[in-house]
């Protein structure tokens, strides 16, 4: 039989000068990682090759996490927009923006499954009086969702309806369960702040909930799973990594709070508070009895 074994390296700073760093996505095509400056309204780019980092656009309206479509596409989540966006050679275009007539609170983190839908969690951060994080304004459902779209109805559904502050989301490597954090602590609900799991029957319906972890430090924001569907999670004070079974693997400090995560060929990038991080890991295999 084989087990894994979990190698990370020493972690490294690549980028500073951030009010609040967030979504992470590695490109492949030019080898960087683009991510955003959210209260200065910007989209960043690290270029691995050059080390150094650039703006991407400004008067970005406060976008958030982030990911690859099935066609290579960045989408992403506009907290000014109120919407799911796709990044195009002519700039960025709604994807989708409202639910049963109203308009969405301030999409926050999004996974596209294999199937090409996008999952999404709407928590009303970008919605506050101090205009921080995103335009304030008023909700205009009764809730914070986690959504579904689909691209062959072109319509968002609601699929989780009973968290406080649905925030980070990702599937396992087979796509049956989805995982999603709490942060509703923010608010007025303490015990909203750990990682939910839920299990897919194969209708895009999660199953109840079960809670699959809940960090030492501060509270899990956004994560990303590995190919061995282990969970590597933002915190307080730095990245933690869950087995499938919720078992704490391991712990990487970070000297300021982590908000989310990504890989990209066998690095993990860290968007902290006011700068963007590496670690180089690796996974190996012994042999054992």
């Known amino acids: ?35 955003s400056d959210i209260p200065n309204n910007r989209i960043l780019e ?8 650039g703006v991407f656009r400004d008067d970005a309206e406060f976008t958030n996490g982030r990911t690859l479509d099935t066609q290579g596409l960045v989408v992403q989540c506009s907290h000014g927009r109120r919407a799911i966006e796709r990044e195009t050679p002519e700039g960025p275009e709604t994807v989708v923006d409202r639910w049963a007539g109203g308009r969405f609170n301030s999409p926050n983190d999004l996974v596209v499954a294999s199937d090409g839908s996008i999952w999404f969690t709407d928590p009303p951060y970008g919605l506050h009086p101090s205009g921080h994080e995103g335009r304030p304004g008023e909700q205009e459902y009764d809730g914070c969702y986690v959504f579904r779209w689909d691209p062959t109805t072109n319509e968002a559904i609601p699929v989780v309806t009973d968290m406080v502050h649905p925030n980070g989301l990702a599937f396992s ?24 799991r839920f299990d897919l029957d194969g209708t895009h319906r999660p199953g109840p909930s079960a809670v699959f972890a809940v960090v030492p430090h501060g509270a899990a924001d956004g994560f990303t799973v590995d190919e061995a569907g282990r969970v590597w999670t933002s915190a307080g004070d730095g990245v933690y990594v869950y087995a499938p079974s919720g078992e704490l693997l391991a712990h990487i400090p970070v000297p300021e709070t982590v908000s989310n ?29």
């Open 1 to 35: 039989m084989t087990e894994p074994v979990l190698t990370i390296g020493d972690l490294e700073r690549l980028s500073d000068g951030t009010a609040w760093s967030e979504g992470p996505v590695w490109l492949a095509e030019t080898r960087s990682v683009r991510w």
């Open 46 to 53: 690290w270029d691995s090759i050059s080390g150094e980092t």
């Open 173 to 196: 490597p087979d796509e049956s369960v989805l995982y999603v954090s709490d942060t509703g602590f923010y608010g007025d609900h303490p015990e909203a702040k750990h990682i939910l």
């Open 261 to 289: 995560v990504c890989f990209g060929e066998g690095v993990l990038y860290i968007t902290a508070a006011s700068g963007l991080y590496r670690v180089r890991t690796a996974l190996s295999v012994i042999n054992g009895g």
